[in-house]
């Protein structure tokens, strides 16, 4: 376990900020609420086997005891980086980004199950979308009842919504809930 | 003024010399001068005064003068004068044509020399206007004996006394050079006939000329001229009085079409005598309706003449819209919406305003043209300008049906069309055989022309022309609405670093700009709607860097609210089907709800923004509904009840649609797994994503419950009642208002209650506040905000802090006090111990020794 050097940092941070914008701020300079400390401090983002992990400074200062092959994790994971040095946001980061976005998308009820089986979203199934929704911005995928489901990439802006064709892709699909059955034995 | 007051001197002058007068001339030896002559024959109005004469009294005092001393016949004269004043102004028509003169001519009437080069002109004119054709060249006296002719008959047929005249004549012309001597008495005679009567008479005048103007316009048009050159008056009084007369006139006359000039065609054509006079009548009131505007416009920039000129043109406009030379009105009533007068102001509002509502009076063309000056006006002034200039907007009306109905139409007219071609072309071919349709095409050419006519006369305009006068008009108005926020944009960016105080001082037009936005907020163009609302979010101070938001924009909180309103509004009328989340709005109004403050913004706004917002939003997500929920029971805690009532009102609604908020109804805080990664609440962030209320109880609630307003108090019991109902199930409603209607109701509430409760007793109030008021009232914070001025409060605030500073002091003093007689004694202990141990050890050693 080792934190990140520069280049990883500013690599899952374009990651986060897509979704979270300015918000990655309060990201992470919230006050932690894990570990046995009273004062568990701030989280930070640490480097396992090629994920990141999410983990408050106390839980990280008691996972040092661990060595490092025996170490599977600590915090939440947030992501991983691939063979080619890309960054990767898994499932695991979606409460996160759900409490953080800026940008959101509501899901119709019927049409949720078609998202969590791993499919992007057409603009039938899109109940609301956040006004200024950019291409290429980070949206969380939210059902009705806003519970978080997933997360994606806007494929088309708010405005474009409108005139859209009614299978027109309006988020393209990054991870779901549903990827917790799907791909139990990949996440852990 | 000046030449009347010239001809009355001249009148006294001819009165008072008889005296003097050599009686043995005889009429007929007498020569008279042509001039005279001409003068005297002419003009009628000279004659008129010695025609009255009694030729007994005239000759009495002629015979009587060598006795008598002067004081006695000037007495008597000035007696006969004032009669004579108070007879003439029973009949002003007499001596009417003779004022008829430009003040040019008028001039020279001032030297007793001059006198004579005046009545020339005076006469030149007046015959002018009586025959109409009458050639200039009388003026040369050349004519003199016509003039004789003509005048004998009409002296004769007056009063029979054509002798006297000529009598007088004679006398006059000696008269002349003696004039100096009686100045003095000229002078007390002046003053004697008052300015009060020339006003009355002049006054008598105008409304006989009215009244025959209003009785038979069409033969006393002409009398226009007069109420013209009486409106030219010196005397402001009457000079406004023949403004306002002439208004009134062309109230009535003006007719309801619109009078065109007379093609070349039309004149070379010969017309019937009856044409002929509606084609002088025509071109006479068009003359002086010209002359009169004109007039106004001129006098609009004197001071004195300002207000009477605008509210003649506002009505002119008012009820001529459709008339000639509307543009000249129109420019010019709206160059006065903003005037700095408030009378003035209002009436050009007014004005506009039943423009825009009536326009069956003009087919709505003269609509286009005012928003044009306006928009005109708008960006000439750089968008400074007063606020009503912009409001009359609102009275605009958009039928939303035109659209509709051409559409349809269109796709009927082609067929008909492709039918009227038929019908044209059949016959072409078989021109002669088939007679029918030649009658058919016939009957159908006869129908065409009818209805273009029919077209022509009726006022409504077919859709299609309607529909492309709205458009410019929806284009002229949304150009000025889109200028004005651009403008605010541009300029709240620059003037950040300057603080200023006062709220819309710097943008005066954007609060009824906003309005109009969201009154006309349906008809804007979907491809404006992008930048529209980017413009509305820069105004209403939201920013991406969430440190910036307050301190960051000069607009008030109220205009700043108004924006959210305008952008939710703008959003939800035009895109209703793709149902779009404005957070960034939602965000503002979040944070803005701490900015209010009840004295400095309108509350009215806050509860429309609530209500627009919130209340009447379709889905709020949770964790936003929380944070609202709680920021708005804080807010009901600080404020007055009509804030408060508003605010709950809301909470209320929130809690209704997002059952899983009710567990912040709950006594244990925490929010359980609901309360997503914030764990505690933080009541001052600005993201209400952030804030984790969820986590947060509403304790204020059973604050509220004990609120002195039984409204507010009543609705914080009905939401806590709520805690223990299924979350499908909702409370009995006790309040089915929104949010906005809550709020004025009971605003006026507290208006009415007001004097009642100043009136309790002091104690009884302040014993019941002691005892159950949780929140001071509305009325003693007023007072206590407003009876406070600037160098009291510095004064006191001195004081205060120089009390507080003092007990600083004082406690820091008395700290170090204490620590030092804590130490003195401590030393003083240690003292004693050292000798006790002394003691104890001197003792031990004692004892060892022992």
Known sequence: MRPLDEKETTQVFEKLFKFTGPNLKHLLERPAVEGPDAEPGRYCLRLNRNRVYYASEALVRRATAVSRPRLAGVGTPIGKFTHHGAFHLTVHALDLLAAHARRRVWLKPDTERSFLFGNSVPKSSLARITENTKVGDGVVVMSMADVPLGFGIAARSAQDCRKADTNAVVVLHQADAGEYLRKEEELM | MGKRSGSKRKDKNKVILPPELPPEIDDDEVDLSDEDIAFYATDSSNVAPFRRFDKKSIDRYVGRVAGRDEGEVERLYEERQKRKATESSGKPREDDDGLEVDPVDALPTKTLQGELVYNRAKKARSEDNTGGVKSKAQENGADAKQSIKKDEPKGKSKNKKGDDNKVKNIQSQTEVPKGQLHSNVLEEVKEELSAEEL????????????????????SNIR?????????NDKDQKVAKLGLMSLLAVFKDIIPSYRIRQLTEKELAVEVSKEVKKTRYYEYTLIRCYKAYLQKLVSLEKQPHFYTVAVRCMCALLDTAPHFNFRENLLASVVKNLSSSDDVVRKMCCEAIRSLFINE???RGEATIEAVRLIADHVKLNDCQLHPDSIDVFLSLRFDEDIGKDETEEEKVKPKKNKRWQKNQEVPKQLPVNDKKKTRQELISKAREEVDVDLRAVSFTLDPKERKRIQKETLSALFETYFRILKHSVTTSNSRTKVNNVSPGGSHPLLTPCLEGLG???????????GELISCLKKLSGYSDRQDEIPNDNALSVSERLQCCIVAVKVWRSNLEALNVDLQDFFVQLYNLILEYRPDRDHGEVLADALKTLLWEGKQQDMLRAAAFIKRLATLALSFGSAEAIAALVTLKHLLQKNSKCRNMLENDSGGGSLSCLVAKYNPEATDPYLSGALASVL????LLEKHYDIS???????????A??????????ILNVNPLEAYRDLSMERELLKPTSKALPLNLKKRRRGKEFVALSPDVLQKADCSVDKDELEEKLQSHFAVLRGISENERLRAELNHTLSSVNMYKDYKKQKKKNMKFKTGRKKVARV
Request: charged share 20%; no cysteine; aromatic share 6%.
């Open chain 2, 223 to 231: 009398s226009l001229n007069d109420m013209l050159s009486i409106s």
């Open chain 2, 199 to 218: 006003f009355e008479k002049k006054k008598a005048q105008l409304a006989e000329l009215g009244m025959a103007m209003l009785e038979d316009p069409e």
């Open chain 2, 519 to 529: 009154k006309f907020s349906h008809l804007i163009d979907v491809d404006f709607m």
């Open chain 2, 699 to 702: 304790w204020e609630l059973s």
């Open chain 2, 360 to 362: 069956g009076k003009h």
């Open chain 2, 712 to 722: 507010v108090s009543s609705m914080a019991s009905n939401i806590l009642s709520m």
């Open chain 2, 724 to 733: 223990n109902l299924n979350p499908t199930q909702n409370p009995v409603p």
